[in-house]
């Protein structure tokens, strides 16, 4: 079974910057298609951004393009989400996830396991 942990949320102004990581434990992380999803308060989770197990291929929802980056790192067994340019949108609860397999997906049904997540808070 494999855990995921999400850190590094945080409360920014509008225009600056975080790093989430996610940590996997507890199962083979290897080969699996990795995302990042979101949910803001009264709304559903939605896409940010999904990445190969290779880190070759990376797929952004249109609201983030050009402002947040995932990357990951398998010897750490870790994935990132870099965020540049901060909105107060941006504010939600951001997600881990992992698929069994390494083909990316943009939606929840896609992903078999899920962190906790961690709270953003973009201030204007």
């Known amino acids: 079974q494999v855990q995921l942990l999400e850190s590094g949320g945080g409360l920014v102004q509008a225009g600056g910057s975080l790093r989430l990581s996610c940590a996997a434990s507890?199962?083979?992380?290897?080969?699996?298609?990795m995302g990042w999803f979101r949910q803001a308060p009264g709304k559903e989770r939605e896409f940010v951004a999904a990445?190969?197990?290779?880190?070759?291929?990376?797929h952004y929802a249109d609201s983030v393009k050009g402002r947040f980056t995932i990357s990951r790192d398998n010897a750490k067994n870790t994935v990132y989400l870099q965020m540049t340019s901060l909105k107060p949108e941006d504010t939600a609860v951001y997600h881990c996830?992992?698929?069994?397999?390494?083909?990316?997906?943009?939606?929840?049904?896609?992903?078999?396991?899920w962190g906790q997540g961690t709270q953003v808070t973009v201030s204007s």
């Open positions: 990445i190969t197990w290779s880190g070759r291929t990376t």
């Open positions: 996830a992992a698929r069994y397999d390494d083909t990316l997906q943009t939606v929840v049904s896609g992903y078999d396991y």
């Open positions: 507890g199962g083979t992380f290897s080969r699996n298609a």
